[in-house]
């Protein structure tokens, strides 16, 4: 299993955009089979060792190929491109993390 985690360099006051996006995020991985459990919110950050990645979301895919699918739909990379939009340094901004988990 693969938990994909998304970190973000927010630019200041895109929350009401950034709800729609997660929204979107939500719902197109509930569609996608073999994707599960997103998540998404602000990062509490109570070791202090992220304070430039206010938000985040992660989900879970069964493995790299359901991964890569979602990586390449159509309604992830215009949601990604607009994700890019609101982040500090555009792409620069977002830092991901693909950790392999025990299922």
Partial sequence: MIRHVVMLNL???V????EVVMGKLADLVDQLEGC??????????????????PYGFMFDAVDAETLAVYAEHPDHKALGARL????E???????????????
Avoid: T
């Avoid at 599960?36 to 990645?53: A, H, I, T």
């Avoid at 890019?84 to 982040?87: L, N, S």
């Fill in 15 to 18: 929350q009401a955009p950034l």
């Fill in 84 to 87: 890019v939009a609101m982040c």
């Fill in 36 to 53: 599960d459990n997103f998540v998404s919110g602000p990062n509490r950050d109570f070791e202090q060792k992220s304070p430039d990645y």
């Fill in 89 to 103: 340094g555009g792409g620069k901004g977002i830092m991901v993390y693909d950790l392999e988990i025990a299922a």
């Fill in 11 to 13: 630019r200041p006051h």
